[in-house]
């Protein structure tokens, strides 16, 4: 059984594929404008990791100038420990 669909009825349904085919193509459009952004966000991520790395490595760098001021100082306070000894063993 064929059923004519009123002049109304064919311009909604048209107008409602329309609109249909204008959202698919929109949720298309803001897939790749997600994608776009992930991929944004991993290389901030990767920028502030490295950023975060190199802040490491310069405290790292301080603290072995630190260390090293005093082993030196340590180094001296143990050949003034050992002259002192050995002054009063005179």
Do not use: W, Y
């Amino acid at each position: 059984m064929i059923t004519f669909l009123g002049p109304e009825v064919q311009a909604r349904n048209e107008a409602l594929k329309k609109s249909l085919s204008e959202s698919q193509k929109e949720k298309g459009e803001l897939k790749d404008r997600v994608v776009e952004l992930e991929g944004s966000l991993r290389q901030q991520r990767s920028r502030n990791s490295i950023i975060e790395l190199k802040a490491s490595l310069s405290k790292i760098e301080e603290m072995k100038g630190k260390i090293e001021e005093l082993e030196a100082t340590l180094r001296s306070c143990k050949v003034q420990i050992e002259h002192l000894e050995a002054k009063e063993g005179r």
